[in-house]
């Protein structure tokens, strides 16, 4: 018996950002699929507006199964996973281990093909617009937040804000998205 999808179906029972109050929840799997939208999206502005040539289905896949990790570790909340550097190594190591153990789930066959998606080359450049897409899929949670009135949030989108602008630079796919496409965020359907 192989039991992978069975694991990852259980990506909607694990709840993120479960240390703050949220007007919206937010499971793994929902977010895993709004990093894939947002990390597809970053992957068609960088080939068609900054002479990219980037696989944006393989943008896409890497974002669903970014944190398969979480379907035994549980969503370590960030300012435990980034107190200190022994803590981000051993976190890193256990979210390895899991991985290796997920992919020990599939037929060996299967196995192969999902360890590009589970232990990605993070040299690649599909692998870092996905992890710019994950950063900018939380701003866009904390945006959401705020705009319900909920303050909670409010040190959260400050600090993904200032990781985002350091990244605007280096990725203006990134720049582009905020800038015609951010100010969507929290406007209301018959806006839209």
């Not at 949030?153 to 800038?179: H, M, T, V, W």
Request: net charge negative; aromatic share 10%.
């Amino acid at each position: 018996m192989y039991t992978f999808y069975a694991l990852l179906n259980r990506m909607k029972l694990i709840e993120r950002w479960s240390l703050m109050r949220s007007t919206t929840k937010e499971d793994l799997m929902q977010h895993a699929a709004h990093v894939a939208i947002v990390g597809q999206a970053l992957g068609i502005i960088r080939n068609e507006y900054f002479g990219g040539n980037v696989n944006t289905d393989k943008i896409a896949a890497l974002a669903l199964y970014h944190d398969t990790a979480e379907v035994v570790s549980g969503d370590l909340p960030t300012p435990i996973k980034y107190y200190g550097p022994n803590i981000k190594d051993a976190y890193t190591e256990i979210e390895h281990v899991i991985n290796r153990k997920l992919l020990q789930s599939l037929p060996e066959e299967m196995a192969k093909v999902y360890a590009d998606y589970i232990q990605p080359d993070e040299s690649t450049t599909e692998y870092k617009l996905m992890k710019v897409a994950d950063k900018l899929s939380a701003f866009i949670k904390c945006i959401d937040e705020r705009l319900s009135g909920n303050r909670e949030f409010d040190s959260a989108y400050e600090r993904l804000r200032k990781q985002l602008d350091g990244l605007r630079g280096e990725y203006p796919e990134l720049d582009y998205f905020l800038n015609n496409f951010g100010e969507g965020y929290g406007k209301p359907l018959d806006i839209l």
